[in-house]
């Protein structure tokens, strides 16, 4: 299997351990991750500024793909947002996709609406299979206990999505957790958003948002958090200092990238997996499984 | 006039009636006239438990009374996270984060645009991304063996053109917030 990976715009400047997981887990689970060093921002900052624009930049990044004959596997929730409801879109309304394609024309480019869209995680959970990832795993997490933190884009809008998952009674992640051998932790917060998208806005409304679940995660015992998203590690990661110091606690949760655990499963060594880079150094974990 | 002078004299709010056919013409505005008020997105939203800033129910309320410059000059219609979760439960199927992005997409037009968004097109129209890729950006990435990106995408630049948002920031649209 080959997709083209779209990397968005944080992942390759502030989360290279994520990307350098997933490509790493993905090669040895026989998917081929293609670069296409092309791609724009997929267009979800401008949505709110400019709807036209945001449209325009997703559309030229799916046609990069389809250039390829691939589609495209994404890192960033809120890419996989975009690029799906774009892809869907233009693939289900002709009026849209002509006018579209009226202005790729004028940068040279052109799509004629084939590319899908997926969430690698998806792509894990839906493509090589639950069974499939069982097999691979050679050294079970079972000394860990793991909150996933679904976000919001990754599932919702569900009209999006195919139902591949519940948007209030999510499931996946927590079964991927699961297939590695470690407890998945049910929180009480587990659905909410992390604040992330108006942090520039209302920066303490939105590290309170994080906060309200770093709270529950720790309280639940968590060794800790699975994400799937740079923004979300934004917060969780990045951030996590200066939460717990706003309110007089010291969190001590490392964040790891699905792929990250996955790898460590699969008996991937941790420095191919970037884990000492993450926001927060995961050393009492890794001291756990050695 | 002397009862002018006084202090409590009430703010009138000019009302535009046909606001909510505005923004019913918007992309993802299309449901709005649906919304009676039942409550379940702000009962739901994170953002409304902890800034009373912002209520979604009250901003549809708002803008289907037509109070227009009230809500496109406002800081409030900025706070949504698009989490989407009133979106999941809204028996109207009102697409709330929708209609917000379609106020935020007119407001922009009036004149009034975040300076966290402006900030963010900028940097896009720049670099073709939110953040620049700079040498040492790619030193790293080739020392980590992955592969580097290129500076700047000038295609973006050319995508605000074609669209006119270009025309739009560079008006000095967004003194504003
Ligand atoms: S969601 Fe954000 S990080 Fe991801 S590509 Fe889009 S703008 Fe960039
Ligand atoms: S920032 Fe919030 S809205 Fe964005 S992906 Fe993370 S959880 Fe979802
Ligand atoms: S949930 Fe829907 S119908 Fe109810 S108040 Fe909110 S927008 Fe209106
Ligand atoms: S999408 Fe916006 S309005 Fe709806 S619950 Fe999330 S933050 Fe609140």
Redesign the pocket.
Request: hydrophobic share 20%; proline share 11%; net charge positive.
């Given at each position: 299997m080959k997709m083209a990976v779209f990397l968005g715009c944080t992942v390759p400047v502030r989360n290279l351990s994520y990307e350098l997981s997933a490509k790493r887990v993905a090669g040895e689970l026989g998917l081929e991750l293609v670069d296409i060093p092309e791609f724009n921002c997929c267009g979800y900052p401008v949505k709110s500024v400019h709807h036209e624009t945001a449209y325009l930049l997703a559309a030229r990044n799916l046609a990069l793909a389809e250039e390829r004959g691939l589609d495209i596997c994404t890192l960033c929730s809120a890419c996989t947002s975009v690029l799906t409801e774009v892809s869907r879109e233009l693939a289900s309304n002709e009026a849209l996709l002509d006018a579209t394609c009226k202005s790729l024309g004028m940068l040279g480019r052109r799509y004629s609406g084939k590319v899908k869209v997926r969430h690698f995680v998806r792509v894990l959970y839906e493509d090589i299979g639950l069974e499939a990832l069982k097999k691979a795993v050679k050294r079970p997490l079972d000394m860990f206990s793991i909150a996933s933190h679904y976000g919001c884009h990754y599932l919702k809008p569900s009209e999006i999505y195919d139902g591949f998952d519940h948007p209030e009674v999510p499931e996946s992640l927590d079964k991927l957790v699961a297939v590695t051998g470690a407890r998945a932790v049910d929180y009480r917060t587990k659905k909410d958003c992390c604040g992330g998208a108006i942090l520039g806005v209302d920066e303490e409304t939105a590290l309170s948002m994080a906060r309200a679940k770093l709270d529950d995660i720790n309280s639940a015992g968590a060794d800790a958090i699975n994400l799937i998203c740079p923004f979300c590690s934004v917060m969780y990661g990045a951030n996590q200092r200066k939460i717990g110091s706003g309110h007089g606690v010291k969190y001590d949760l490392p964040i790891l990238y699905y792929p990250q655990i996955l790898g460590l499963a699969m008996g991937i060594n941790h420095e191919e997996l970037g884990l000492m880079q993450n926001p927060i150094r995961p050393r009492a974990l890794l001291a756990k499984i050695s | 006039m002397e009862s002018a002078q006084k202090k409590d004299v009430p703010v009138v709010t000019i009302l535009d009636p046909k606001f909510k056919y505005e923004v019913a013409r918007e992309p993802g505005g299309e449901n709005i006239k649906?919304?009676?008020?039942?409550?379940?997105?702000?009962s739901g939203c994170k953002v409304a438990e902890l800034d009373s800033k912002y209520n979604?129910?009250k901003i549809?309320r708002m803008v289907i009374l037509g109070m227009r410059e009230r809500v496109l000059s406002s800081d409030f219609i900025w706070l949504c996270a698009t989490c989407y979760t009133?979106h999941e439960?809204?028996?109207?199927d009102?697409r709330?984060p929708e209609v917000m992005n379609a106020l935020k997409n007119i407001a922009v037009r009036e004149g009034y645009i975040h300076p966290a968004f402006r900030a963010q097109a900028e940097l896009i129209a720049g670099y073709g991304r939110l953040y620049e890729v700079d040498e040492l950006a790619n030193e790293k990435r080739t020392d980590w063996g992955l592969q580097e990106i290129p500076q700047g995408c000038p295609e973006v630049a050319e995508i605000y053109g074609i669209t006119g948002l270009a025309d739009l920031l560079s008006s000095g649209a967004g003194g504003k917030s």
């Open positions: - | 649906y919304c009676f008020q039942c409550g379940t997105c702000t979604p129910r549809i009133c439960r809204c028996p109207q009102v709330i």
